[in-house]
């Protein structure tokens, strides 16, 4: 599979998602709930604590997928070693890194806004770390239960 076919594949797997819902729930809310979304972007102007919470979140959320993604993409039993020789195995490694992906970009976007706090307006700021905080969660939840799916029928249980 080429380079263009991954990107093209990945795209495809952004567009057509619930990831892509929550983005737009994120949205939604700025522009219905202006209030609430502004009071989140205002989070960012309350000194280090709450930096803490605001990048640790997406980054316990890493860690979190990364132990999902590791028991889905490497099977425990001998037995289960089939799971490799599945058509669709590469495409799940491929979409299995999203989550690990929006974590970060949840991480960066908190820290970038802890660098430039003026440089946008509070509800855009709210908008923004809203709609990816959404997403990453979304994505991680989603990628757990395909691990807990895929347990289940490699191991037998329905």
């Known amino acids: 599979m080429g380079k263009s076919h991954i990107v093209k594949t990945m795209l495809i797997a952004f567009f057509v998602s619930t990831e892509l819902v929550?983005?737009?729930?994120?949205?939604?809310?700025?522009l219905c709930f202006p209030k609430f979304v502004i009071k989140i972007g205002e989070l960012f102007t309350h000194g280090w604590q709450i930096y803490c919470f605001l990048v640790g979140?997406?980054?316990g959320g890493l860690v979190f997928g990364a132990g999902t993604l590791?028991?889905?993409?490497?099977?425990k039993d001998a037995e289960q070693k089939g799971f490799y020789k599945w058509p669709d195995y590469p495409l799940l490694?491929?979409?299995?890194?999203?989550?690990?992906?929006?974590?970060?970009?949840?991480?960066a976007t908190a820290l970038v806004f802890l660098i430039m706090p003026e440089s946008l307006t509070k509800l855009l700021i709210g908008t923004i770390y809203l709609a990816v905080t959404l997403?990453?969660?979304?994505?991680?939840?989603t990628l757990k239960m395909a691990q807990l799916r895929i347990?289940?029928?490699?191991?037998?249980?329905?």
Do not use: K, N, Q, T
């Open 93 to 107: 490694r491929y979409y299995s890194y999203i989550p690990i992906f929006l974590c970060l970009l949840g991480a």
């Open 57 to 59: 979140l997406p980054l």
């Open 70 to 75: 590791h028991s889905l993409l490497h099977p």
């Open 22 to 30: 929550a983005v737009l729930v994120a949205v939604g809310l700025s």
């Open 135 to 141: 997403a990453w969660i979304v994505s991680i939840v």
């Open 151 to 158: 347990d289940a029928i490699l191991g037998g249980a329905d």
